[in-house]
């Protein structure tokens, strides 16, 4: 967690805040604090840490164990050639906060390697790696900017209410505080979409309470796509291999991917298997699910042990003849991580819609429209669109 971690009493008060700490949010942040020298900035997050669906899993059981348990990577399309995205990109390579991936990606299934893989959304473009764990990608984004310690970094808060008032905005956290601020971006779609009232058991979607219907039209129509929105759940199961625990070949780079065409994920329920060395040399594994029977069955059961086992066997199987991968022993460590709502798909937003000037509230994200619907790569372009409007309107006025 960042040194300048704020306890958050009830009088804060911001010229901008910022909901939510995944990558959308680290980058506006990193523009925008170059941009702004002189405003007080937040960031509150209701994690331990930043980096969202990109983060990595720390963990006091599995001590010295980094795995990134959401995106291990990223792939940049960008076939418009944005020069915004371009631009960035070069920045975080020049910085040295990513690199080039490299990685062996292997489809299991087929004789071809990489043909069948290219043809998926994770794998199109050119992928890149993070220097460090994918969490602290994020939080080198911010601190790129963050030279005047400018930004105060809430965890473990989350926002339940929004109001808003000729003043600004007044948000409520889950523990009854209240922090002030001027402009809002919200970097989640959480607070706008109709799962918040389940998730926060609520009656009204937050946003639709503080702004009424017909009061602002981009409002309305972004509410509007957003309910047409919906999300893939996924599971992802993260082994920590006992200390012995190596390829059977001489493979040395830091990850391996293997990825299952649709029969082999169909009967082993694996979307993903990614390999990933630890600095310690252990090899962790982290495999992806999206298939609904099995998520469905894995929280009906709630029998955490009966999957583990389930996971073991079916890993043994699937591997059982490879060249390169070793049976597990079946007492590894495992955890488990249920992303409830992992990706956005159907209907995406218009990036038209980002920005509302009279309520002084913009947004960014994942949930944007464009190729990268749904990635990494929308995630930073949304950001880096919104803090150059914000940067126009801001000049205007
Ligand atoms: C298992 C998995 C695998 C993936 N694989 C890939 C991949 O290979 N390549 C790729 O490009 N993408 C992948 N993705 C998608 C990628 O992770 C996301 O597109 C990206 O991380 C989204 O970033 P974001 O900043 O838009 O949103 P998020 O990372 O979701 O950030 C939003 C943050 O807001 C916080 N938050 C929400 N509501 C509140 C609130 N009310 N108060 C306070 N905090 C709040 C959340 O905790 C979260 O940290 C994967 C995702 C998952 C889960």
């Known amino acids: 967690m960042p040194d300048n971690l704020k306890i958050m009493k009830s009088d804060f008060s911001y010229d901008l805040l910022i909901i939510g700490g995944g990558i959308s949010a680290c ?10 020298i002189s405003k007080k900035i937040a960031l509150i997050e209701i994690g331990r840490g930043l980096g969202g669906r990109s983060s990595t899993r720390t963990s006091k059981r599995f001590k010295g164990w980094k795995l990134n348990h959401g995106a291990p990577n990223f792939n940049i399309s960008n076939s418009k050639d944005n020069l915004l995205l371009k631009n960035y990109i070069n920045e975080l390579l020049v910085n040295k906060f990513i690199k080039i991936d490299d990685s062996e990606l292997i489809s299991l299934g087929d004789e071809k390697k990489l043909e069948s893989i290219k043809k998926s959304n994770f794998y199109c473009g050119d992928s890149y790696l993070s220097s460090f764990s994918m969490g602290e990608l994020s939080q080198k984004i911010i601190e790129l900017s963050n030279l005047r310690d400018k930004i105060d970094l809430f965890f473990g808060t989350l926002i ?3 109001k808003f008032n000729n003043n600004g905005w007044i948000l409520t956290s889950n523990k009854g505080d209240e922090l002030r601020s001027k402009y809002i971006i919200c970097s989640t779609n959480l607070l706008l979409h109709k799962r918040s009232l389940k998730i926060l058991n609520i009656n009204q979607i937050p946003l639709r309470k503080a702004i009424p219907k017909n009061k602002d039209k981009n409002i309305d129509l972004l509410l509007n796509f957003l ?3 919906s999300f893939i759940p996924r599971l992802t199961f993260l082994i920590y291999t006992n200390e012995k625990y190596r390829y059977k070949d001489f493979y040395s780079k830091k990850y391996r991917y293997f990825y299952l065409n649709k029969s082999l994920e169909d009967k082993y329920k694996f979307e993903r298997v990614i390999f990933q ?9 982290v495999i992806h699910t999206k298939n609904k029977d099995f998520i469905n069955s894995y929280i009906n059961r709630r029998d955490e042990e009966f999957f583990k086992q389930l996971i073991f066997a079916n890993f043994n199987e699937l591997f059982s003849n490879n060249n390169s991968v070793n049976q597990l ?12 709502a992992s990706q956005p798909s159907g209907c995406a937003v218009p990036l038209s819609l980002q920005l509302s000037k009279k309520y002084r509230i913009g947004f960014c994200g994942d949930w944007f429209e464009g190729e990268g619907f749904g990635r990494i790569e929308g995630s930073i372009l949304s950001a880096l669109i919104l803090e150059e409007k914000f940067k126009n309107h801001l000049n205007k006025i």
Not at 27 to 36: G, H, I, M
């Open 27 to 36: 980058v506006f942040a990193s523009k925008y604090l170059q941009n702004n």
């Open 277 to 285: 060395l630890q600095e310690n040399n252990k090899l962790g594994i």
């Open 227 to 229: 309910d047409k929105q």
């Open 160 to 162: 339940v209410d929004l």
């Open 329 to 340: 022993t079946c007492n590894e460590g495992i955890s488990i991580m249920k992303w409830r």
